[in-house]
């Protein structure tokens, strides 16, 4: 699954080196002190996939293929550790137009959000996470790359890995996100056996995708509509941000994407349906 992934993701290079490669290494704070990731204290735990040989992280790519026409959609809420200066300076990393687009088409959809992106959007971040149109996953506090060959990203020391992962999660709470999700996106979808193990005993799902929207820096949302229209299958997990500064086109796709896969018989869900769906198998 790793190599193929890894293609998937190599689609998205330029994605990966502009989105996320613009922080530093001596722009991380240091980690709170934190427990390892826990259930929401709701009474059912989202569905997970059970883990690897040796309790190996578990990697998700998609739902079945056999359960309908299903698919989800995705946003990473991309923030690096060191962009507090240019959102200061007026640089929008959020995209309040198209939760609101979402929110109109009335279309359930999962965030993958840093915990930099929650320090700077509180508000938004807990109208997210309280909303239950939406799921809030962990995307990483420093959206920092989780290898060494992560299109130039600043690295995670191995070591650090985990800290990070659960210093999001302190940060998803802060804001106000009441049941953060069991579920994490390597940042650029990098990952290797270290960086699996590494995060083993969190209890989360690392999930990637099969869809690459190419929304990234796009400025013909025509372009990103066909990829998306092309690439949907049945339990298909489609990438695309909220990021007014780097995925400008997004909202203008999703409000074309969606009424044309619903005339196509697809049910939008979260990617908890689709997890729950495989019956915790891989």
Known sequence: MIPHVRRITAVCAALGAALTACGTAGGERP????SPVSASPSATRPPVL??????????????????????????????????????????????????SALRALKVPATVFMTGRWADQYPAEARGLGTDPRFEVANHSWSHYAFTADCYGLPTVAADRMRADVQRAYTSLRTAGVPHPMPYFRFPGGCYDQQALRALSGLGVTAVQWDVVSGDAFATDADAV?????????????????????????????????????????????????????????R
Not at 31 to 34: E, M, V
Not at 51 to 77: C, E, I, K, Y
Request: aromatic share 4%; charged share 20%; glycine share 12%.
């Open 31 to 34: 980690a709170p002190t934190t």
């Open 50 to 99: 059970a883990p690897g040989p040796g309790g190996l992280t578990p990697v998700f790519q998609h739902g079945p293929r056999t359960r309908g026409r299903t698919v989800a959609l995705t946003f990473d809420a991309d923030m690096t550790a060191d962009q507090g200066p240019r959102a200061a300076s007026g640089e929008h990393f959020d995209n309040p137009g198209l939760i």
């Open 225 to 281: 509509t066909r990829q998306v229209l092309d690439g949907v299958k049945p339990g298909s997990v489609v990438v695309m941000h909220c990021t007014r500064s780097a995925a400008p086109t997004t909202e203008q796709v999703v409000r074309t994407v969606v009424p044309e896969l619903r005339r196509r018989g697809y049910r939008f869900v979260k990617v908890s349906e689709l997890i729950g769906q495989s019956g915790g198998h």
